[in-house]
Every structure is written in structure tokens, then in C-alpha cells.
């Protein structure tokens, strides 16, 4: 099979073409971790494509609890979209979990 025209970013079951014997081989940037990419994706796909970039971490927020457990989050920004099947962007957020502890915790009104 051919990819021939038919790069696609991600994993997409609509990406494909006739392969040897009726299989299907794919021409989506996800058929390198399946194994099943048609013999011409790397010079055809992999040519001009262009991985996600991302940049630092921002802070982490403060803990969405004043007293107990809550939890804190902080974000990051994508720099470069991903274009022509390269890598996809890995995680934008990430949570962790938090105990708050103001000092009015604990005391009765």
C-alpha cells in the first residue's frame, strides 16, 4: 500500500489503504507504535512533519481547599502545533493533591 496524499496526524481509522493480501496498512503517525504503516509513511509522511513543542510549567495554583484536602494545578502552553502527522502534544495540566492548612483551621467560632 501507499500513502500516496493520505498523511494524517494521530490515530485515525480512516487513513489507510489496500496493503498485501486485503490487509490494510495506515498512513496515520499512530501506525509507527502499532506497526502496521504502509512501506512508504516514513518517506511520504515523515518528511515535513513537524512535532508538538510545548513550553515550561507555569506555577502551581494554590490548594483549592482552605482547610483539608484539596488539590493544586498548574498548566503549560503549546509553542508549536503539531503539523503533517508529527508528535502529538503530551499533557497540558497536571493536578496533585494538597492539604489546607489556614491558620483558622481547627478553631471552633
Known amino acids: 500500500g501507499s500513502c500516496r496524499q ?28 502499532t506497526g502496521d504503516c ?21 506555577p502551581w495554583s494554590g490548594c483549592s481547599s482552605r482547610c483539608g484536602v484539596g488539590s493544586r494545578a ?3 502552553q503549546v509553542t508549536v502545533p503539531p503539523r503533517d502527522g508529527g508528535d502529538p502534544c503530551p499533557d497540558l495540566k497536571q493536578r496533585r493533591g494538597c492539604l ?4 483558622t483551621c481547627g478553631t471552633a467560632k
Do not use: I, K
Open 100 to 103: 489546607g492548612q489556614h491558620p
Open 6 to 33: 493520505r498523511c494524517c496526524p494521530g490515530r485515525s481509522n480512516a487513513c489507510w489503504a489496500p496493503g498485501a493480501r486485503r490487509a490494510r496498512c495506515y498512513c496515520d503517525s499512530y501506525c509507527q507504535r
Open 38 to 58: 504502509c512501506r512508504d509513511y516514513l518517506a511520504t509522511c515523515r518528511r515535513a512533519a513537524v512535532g508538538c513543542a510545548v513550553g515550561p510549567w507555569g
Open 74 to 76: 498548574r498548566s503549560r
